[in-house]
C-alpha cells in the first residue's frame, strides 16, 4: 500500500526530507483534498505514533530520529511505541584509497536517517581542502569545502551531525610523502612532535574543518603511533620516553581544538598503553600512577575493538577505561576492509556481544565503523546490513532476524537476507561461519601469483565447489537487492574468477613437479586464458562500482593491482608453454614447495604488496 501524506503541516526542512527519503519507503505527497493523511511531528521521551485516518502524529526523543519513528510508523498496522537510542554514529572511511561523492555520502545519509544513527563521522586523513596547503590530499580526492558544507546540510535535513574525523598525529602517511612536509614528519606516517611548524598545520586542519561542518565535536585521530619518537626526532632530540612525547603533543593539540571550540574525542589506544605499561586488550587491569590525571575533563576516549569473541573482553576493557576518565565511547567493526567481499557473518556476530557489554557498563556512545584498509576494495554500502543490526541493538529490539529483514527492507529496500549473501564467498569450506576476524581468503586468492604461489599452502581443494556454489547463490540474491545489484554482479564475476583461478597454481605445480608437460600445456592454453578473460569482466564491473560511489581518485591504485595480474598471467602461459616445448629449462618459482604464510589458524588479512611477491614493492 503506498501511503499518501499532506506535508502542510511541517516545516520546509522536514518536507525536504520526506521528499528524500519518499523513494525508498514507497511514500507520495498528497494534498487534502486528494485524500492525503495530515503528518505532524513532536517530541517527546520515546519514538511513537498515533495513527487516525485522517493523520499521524510521530513523536521522537532526539532530531535524528524523527524519520526513524516515521519509518516504524510505516511499519506498523497500529500505533507503536519503542525507546529513543543511544548516540549511534557511523564512521566512513574516505582516505584509504577511495573517498565517496558528496553523492553517496548522501545516499549513505538517507539510509542511516530511516535506522535512526545520530551522527557520520567522514574519516579524513588527508581528504579535505585546506588552504595554503596544495599538497594536501593532492590527486587523492579531498573534499572541498563547499563539497563538506553541501553534506553537512544534507544531514540537517535529517537531524544528523556531520562530525569531523581526522588525524593529528599518525596515519599520515600519504601527505607526509611530499617533499613539502619533511620539516613536520617524524617517520613514515607519523607527524613530528614538539616542533612549531607542526602545530601551525594542525591549526589550520581544524581551521579547514571548523569553516566546512557545523559540528563542535571532532576526532583527532592519535591511533597506533607506536613509531613516535623514532625517527627525525630522534635524530633532533635524542631519544626519548615516547609516552612522554604523545602526553606533551596531546596537550598542545587538545589546546588548539579548545581554541576552536572543539569538544575532541580519540581513540584510546595510546592512553591505554600509558596506563597499562603497553598493551592494548589487556583486560582489567591497575592503571600505572599519574596517568588518569593527563587525561583531561571533556576528552572522550574511544576503545574500538573489531575482533574479540568473548564478551569478558568487552567487559574488562571498558572496566579497566572507566578507571582512566568517565567520558566513553565504544567503536565496533562492520567488516569492509579484507578486500572485494565484506565479512558480513563475523560483523553479525560479534555486534551483539559488543552492544551487550555496552549496555551493561553504560557506554551511550556508539560507533559503527567502516573502514577501507588496503585499497577500499569492498564497498562501504556492503556494510548496510551491519549498520542495520547496530541500528536495532542501541533501539533495543535486538539482532532478531524477522525485525532485521523487516527493517532493512524500510530503511534500504532491499532484503537483509539477500545483503548479508555478499559476505557468504569469504566462508570457505576451511573458514566456517562466523570465520576467523582476519581471514578473507579471496583477496590473496585473487592477488597471488599463479607461478610462485605464495599462498597454496593455505588453498583447500574445495574452493571450486564453493566459489561456483556463491555465483548462483548471488544471481538469485540479486533479485531482491533493490538498487544494490550492481554490488552482486561485481561478486557473482568474482566468484566466477575464482572458481577458475583458486587452485590453478596448485594444479599447475602438481602437474609440472609430474613432469607432465601435456597437462600443463592443456592447463596454460586453456585455464589461463580463460582466467585472463574472466579477470577482464571482473574489472569492468569493478569500475562501475567505483564509479557509482567514489570520486576517481584511487581507481589507478585497482587498475594497476589488477594489470599486473593479468600481465602475469600472460607470462606465465608464455613461461610454461615454453617449458611445455622443451624451450625453456627448469621452472625455479615452481621448484619449491609452498610455505605457510603464518602458522596461526586466524590469519591476519596481508596486504596487497604481500600477496603478489616476496620481492621489493
Known amino acids: 500500500m503506498e501511503y499518501g501524506f499532506d506535508l502542510s503541516g511541517l516545516q520546509e526542512k522536514e518536507r525536504e526530507a520526506f521528499r528524500e527519503l519518499a523513494g525508498i519507503l514507497g511514500v507520495k505527497e498528497a494534498g487534502a ?24 502524529t510521530i513523536t521522537f526523543a532526539h532530531e535524528n530520529e524523527k524519520w526513524r519513528a516515521f519509518s516504524r510508523a510505516l511499519e506498523e498496522e497500529g500505533d507503536f511505541e519503542e525507546p529513543a537510542g543511544k548516540d549511534l554514529q557511523a564512521m566512513l572511511d574516505c582516505s584509504r584509497n577511495g573517498v565517496l561523492t558528496p553523492e553517496a555520502v548522501k545516499r549513505m545519509i538517507r539510509h542511516l536517517a530511516l535506522m535512526g544513527y545520530r551522527a557520520v563521522q567522514l574519516y579524513t586523513e588527508d581528504t579535505y581542502e585546506i588552504e595554503g596547503e596544495p599538497y594536501f590530499g593532492y590527486q587523492r580526492g579531498r573534499y572541498t569545502r563547499e563539497e563538506l558544507r553541501e553534506i553537512d546540510r544534507y544531514a540537517g535535513r535529517f537531524g544528523l551531525e556531520i562530525i569531523p574525523c581526522i588525524q593529528t598525529l599518525a596515519h599520515l602517511e600519504r601527505v607526509l610523502h611530499w617533499q613539502a612536509y619533511q620539516e613536520v614528519k617524524d617517520c613514515d606516517y607519523i607527524l613530528l ?3 612549531e611548524k607542526t602545530y601551525a ?21 592519535m591511533d597506533e603511533a607506536h613509531a613516535l619518537g623514532l625517527g627525525k626526532y630522534l635524530d633532533r632530540f635524542g631519544y626519548r620516553d615516547r609516552m612522554s612525547i604523545m602526553t606533551r603533543h596531546f596537550n598542545r593539540v587538545w589546546e588548539i581544538a579548545k581554541a576552536h571550540g572543539y569538544a575532541p574525542m580519540m581513540w584510546s589506544d595510546m592512553f591505554f598503553r600509558l596506563a597499562c605499561g603497553g598493551e592494548y586488550y589487556a583486560g582489567e587491569f591497575d592503571v600505572a600512577p599519574g596517568v588518569k590525571e593527563q587525561i583531561p575533563d571533556g576528552l572522550t576516549l574511544v576503545y574500538w575493538d573489531y575482533y574479540s569473541l568473548q564478551k569478558e573482553t568487552y567487559d574488562g576493557m571498558l572496566k579497566s577505561h572507566r578507571k582512566l576518565t568517565d567520558h566513553l565511547a565504544f567503536a565496533g567493526g562492520v567488516w569492509t576492509w579484507t578486500g572485494y567481499c565484506p565479512n558480513s557473518f563475523y560483523s553479525r556476530h560479534i555486534a551483539p556481544l559488543a552492544y551487550e557489554s555496552c549496555r551493561e557498563n553504560g557506554i551511550d556512545t556508539i560507533l559503527a565503523t567502516a573502514w577501507g584498509d588496503d585499497g577500499t576494495e569492498t564497498s562501504l554500502f556492503s556494510a548496510l546490513p551491519a549498520l542495520q543490526q547496530w541500528a536495532e541493538l542501541t533501539y533495543e529490539k535486538g539482532g532478531d532476524e524477522e525485525m532485521l529483514e523487516r527493517r532493512f527492507r524500510t530503511s534500504t529496500g532491499a532484503s537483509y537476507r539477500a545483503f548479508l549473501e555478499l559476505g557468504r564467498p569469504a566462508l570457505t569450506p576451511d573458514n566456517p561461519m562466523p570465520g576467523g576476524c582476519g581471514v578473507n581468503p579471496l583477496k590473496y586468492l585473487l592477488y597471488q601469483d599463479v607461478l610462485g604461489g605464495l599462498f597454496d599452502a593455505h588453498t583447500d581443494e574445495r574452493y571450486e565447489e564453493h566459489f561456483s556454489a556463491c555465483t548462483r547463490m548471488l544471481e538469485a540474491a540479486k533479485r531482491e537487492a533493490g538498487d544494490y545489484g550492481y554490488l552482486f554482479e561485481l561478486e557473482e564475476r568474482l566468484c566466477r574468477l575464482l572458481a577458475r583461478k583458486a587452485t590453478v597454481g596448485k594444479r599447475l605445480r602438481t602437474a609440472y613437479k609430474a613432469g607432465d608437460k601435456e597437462g600443463v600445456r592443456e592447463l596454460a592454453q586453456r585455464e589461463l586464458s580463460e582466467i585472463l578473460l574472466l579477470t577482464g569482466r571482473f574489472e569492468e564491473k569493478m569500475n562501475e562500482r567505483w564509479k557509482r560511489e567514489n570520486k576517481i581518485f584511487g581507481l589507478d591504485v585497482l587498475h594497476l593491482r589488477l594489470g599486473g595480474l593479468k600481465e602475469r598471467l600472460n607470462f606465465a602461459r608464455e613461461r610454461l608453454l615454453s617449458w611445455a616445448e622443451g624451450e625453456t629449462g627448469k621452472l625455479e618459482e ?14 591476519a588479512p596481508p596486504c596487497w604488496r604481500d600477496i603478489v611477491t616476496a620481492c621489493n614493492v
Open 193 to 195: 612532535a614538539d616542533e
Open 33 to 56: 483534498q486528494e485524500g492525503g493523511i495530515a503528518l505532524r511531528f513532536g517530541q517527546g521521551r520515546c519514538l511513537s505514533a498515533r495513527k487516525t485516518a485522517g493523520s499521524w
Open 590 to 603: 615452481m621448484e619449491s614447495a609452498p610455505l605457510a604464510y603464518r602458522k596461526e589458524k586466524d590469519m
Open 201 to 221: 598545520l594542525i591549526d589550520r586542519m581544524f581551521s579547514a574543518m571548523e569553516e566546512s561542518l557545523s559540528s563542535r565535536r571532532i576526532n583527532i585521530g
